[in-house]
Nanobody, 121 residues
Framework: VQLVESGGGSVQAGGSLRLSCAAS????????MGWFRQAPGKEREGVAA????????YYADSVKGRFTISRDNAENTIYLQMNNLKPEDTAVYYC????????????????WGQGTQVTVS
């Protein structure tokens, strides 16, 4: 199983970035996917998640209305569109996968990408 993130970078407050996560090595459509982030000195937190069939999405309160998660099962890729970025969004962002449904459970993700840095100034 391999997850490879891309799209991070530096942006000014109010700007936008789009993260991508390409998945391979497993039946992608059978897994729920999530984006997590970890800021310096803080614990990793769930940011956004999407069900296997992409019918439902979930967001942390801190990003609701600004971030959008989506998935392209044909391309085995998930995306995180981040708009109106704030300095507090600065973190390493990770995509993750877990077999089965998400249903609001942020725990148990057992496949992780290497992370991509997002810096908002």
């Amino acid at each position: 199983v391999q997850l490879v993130e891309s799209g991070g970078g530096s942006v000014q407050a109010g700007g936008s970035l789009r993260l991508s996560c390409a998945a391979s090595g497993y039946t992608y459509s059978s897994y729920c996917m999530g984006w997590f982030r970890q800021a310096p000195g803080k614990e990793r937190e769930g940011v956004a998640a999407i069900e296997t069939g992409a019918r439902s999405t979930y967001y942390a309160d801190s990003v609701k209305g600004r971030f959008t998660i989506s998935r392209d099962n044909a391309e085995n890729t998930i995306y995180l569109q981040m708009n109106n970025l704030k300095p507090e969004d600065t973190a390493v962002y990770y995509c993750a996968a877990r077999r089965g449904y998400f249903r609001g459970n942020w725990k148990g993700f057992n496949y992780w990408g290497q992370g991509t840095q997002v810096t908002v100034s």
